[in-house]
């Protein structure tokens, strides 16, 4: 459990100064939503990564989302609407970890960025 607790730190951290980048919410950027489709809490960790020489550069956003059973969690306009890797973690019960992976996520160029996410009855997590 100590080891989960200090990633999502980090992760929580890396958020923080994603909002230093200058970029506005409303300014069409890209939406996260994840769906939980299970009976139990999931805890989902994302990360976007564009172009940077480091890991830390770049880094354009970080979050840990708490998604109860068959609830939703969103947030707005993350990122400005660029290519980016997203890595991810869950979590069943904020404890253990159901899977890990990663995604490309390619703007659509139509003004609607979105990044959505189920996690399935299995504990995977699904791209839509």
Known sequence: MKRRQAVTVAVGLSAGLAGCSGFRSGDGGVDLTVFNQAAVPYTVEVELLGEGSSESAARAYGTTLDVEPNGEQTREAVAEAGRYL???????????????????????????????????????????
Do not use: A, K, W
């Open 86 to 128: 997203v890595r991810y973690r869950v979590y069943e019960r904020d404890s253990e970890l159901t899977d890990q992976d990663h995604v490309h996520y390619i703007p659509s160029g139509d003004g609607s960025e979105s990044l959505t996410f189920d996690v399935q009855e299995t504990g995977v997590l699904t791209r839509r």
